[in-house]
């Protein structure tokens, strides 16, 4: 998994409360086990029309947006059903970090899992990274994970909190298996210990 330390880029406001998974990626596109391929997919109902023509209305097919890295959104983002494709469809897209007031619980776990930073801040900043983001190409915003803070376009900074414990799984860039395989020698350890003390398991 691709460590997370520090991003700059292009934040896509998206002012939307209860943006839930089959909005991000709808059931159609949910018949791959690939991670990769799904960004063409991401929030497809929206970002197309029925002829398959792009939604210029759309904030992601809008120029200043099309290699956005950063969503700010509404409250509740990720709630209903707890496809992982979700996530999936952000990454292969190129986001790297999402903003609300709120998350689901499952969609906000998953998003550790694959690389990409949920961040919960107040309504008061979330309307100010709104402000921010509504200002096309010069909409950038840094996210500094190891200083947890957040750099508006005119410099102005805004502090979030994160658990240390998942925060440490970002900056390394260890999925689960990784975080297992960190602790692979106190494992061997317990194992040939145990085969000792109890050898009829």
Known sequence: MEKFTKLTGVAAPLPVVNIDTDMIIPKDYLKTIKRTGLGKGLFAEARYNEDGSENPDFVLNKPAYRNAQIV???????????????????????????????????????????????????????????????????????????????????????????????????????DDIASTMKNDAAIGTFEAKNRTERPWL
């Open 72 to 174: 700010v959104a509404g409250d509740n983002f990720g709630c209903g059903s707890s496809r992982e494709h979700a996530p999936w469809a952000l990454l292969d897209f190129g986001i790297r970090c999402v903003i609300s007031t709120s998350f689901a619980d499952i969609f906000y776990n998953n998003c550790f899992k694959n690389g990409i930073l949920p961040i919960v801040v107040s309504p008061e900043d979330l309307e100010k990274l709104l402000d921010d983001a509504d200002r096309g190409s010069n909409a950038i915003l840094t996210v500094d994970l190891e200083a947890q803070e957040i750099t508006g376009p005119d410099g102005g900074t805004l502090h979030f909190d994160i658990d240390p414990a998942r925060r440490h799984i970002l900056l390394e860039g260890l």
